[in-house]
């Protein structure tokens, strides 16, 4: 089936969701870090993907996604159900801004819509998957520093511009700068995403460059590696 897209220890069923799987996504998903999570938060989650990632690489923790997108929010659903991980993982049919939890969360990932003040997209679906409005940036640094927990890791990938945007808004709620992965398609290109942590902690900021293709149509070792344990080419 053309929908689905098979990794080692899991497959993704890709129906019904605006936003299929992606290279942002599995890059968020197989690098976002924290020593020992127990409790996982994947916003936005769409098709499941990064929520069955970090589910596979921290087999102690707890996982919840939430989607706004309802068949978004079923077909996930329905991936999680299916995996090997199924009593890890829960979701839910929801906005961000209305989901609440006593609970905190130890590492909270997303890979959100960036496009605002752009073009919307004439399929209603992939506008809710693909476009922000003006206050969400500042309603997701809201609500993730009410979710996160007081040694947690807020991970996110996003084009520079508002990389930056959410960067600035998270100073607001003492959220710091840890980590920054620029990520370019080659060693002749300029970056044209960045995966961000943001903690509690005011810790030394560390920096890295990656490099996603070595040649035309030939990903690096550091690609190969990092994705070594979920794609099945590798």
């Known amino acids: 089936m053309k929908n689905i897209f098979r990794f080692k220890q899991f497959e993704v069923d890709q129906s019904n969701c605006a936003m299929k799987i992606n290279t942002d996504g599995v890059l968020l998903g197989a690098m976002a870090q924290h020593e020992n999570p127990k409790r996982i938060l994947d916003i936005g989650t769409g098709t499941g993907v990064i929520a069955l990632m970090l589910a596979q690489r921290f087999p102690e923790a707890q996982v919840h996604a939430?989607?706004?997108?309802?068949?978004?929010?079923?077909?996930?659903?329905?991936?999680?159900?299916?995996?090997?991980?199924?009593?890890?993982?829960?979701?839910?049919?929801?906005?961000?801004e209305q989901f609440n939890n006593l609970e905190k969360f130890d590492l909270i990932v997303t890979n959100?819509?960036?496009?605002?003040?752009?073009?919307?997209?004439?399929?209603p679906k992939k506008e809710i998957a693909r476009h922000a409005s003006h206050t969400f940036f500042a309603e997701l640094i809201k609500k993730?520093?009410?979710?996160?927990?007081?040694?947690?890791?807020?991970?996110?990938?996003?084009?520079?511009?508002q990389a930056e945007e959410l960067v600035e808004r998270a100073k607001k709620y003492n959220l710091f700068l840890q980590k920054i992965i620029r990520l370019?398609?080659?060693?002749?290109?300029?970056e044209f995403r960045r995966i961000v942590c943001l903690g509690r902690e005011k810790l030394d900021l560390v920096e890295e460059d990656f490099m996603i293709y070595e040649?035309?149509?030939?990903?690096?070792?550091?690609?190969?590696?990092?994705?070594k344990d979920f794609f099945l080419a590798y």
Not at 69 to 81: K, L
Not at 88 to 95: D, K, V
Not at 184 to 190: I, L, R
Not at 215 to 227: G, I, P
């Open 144 to 161: 993730v520093h009410e979710l996160l927990s007081e040694k947690g890791c807020f991970w996110f990938v996003l084009p520079i511009k």
């Open 112 to 123: 959100p819509p960036f496009f605002v003040n752009d073009y919307k997209n004439a399929e």
């Open 184 to 190: 370019h398609s080659d060693d002749t290109k300029p």
């Open 66 to 96: 939430v989607e706004i997108d309802e068949q978004a929010s079923v077909t996930a659903g329905r991936n999680f159900e299916k995996s090997v991980f199924s009593k890890r993982l829960t979701n839910s049919n929801i906005s961000i």
């Open 215 to 227: 040649s035309e149509k030939r990903y690096t070792k550091a690609y190969e590696l990092l994705l």
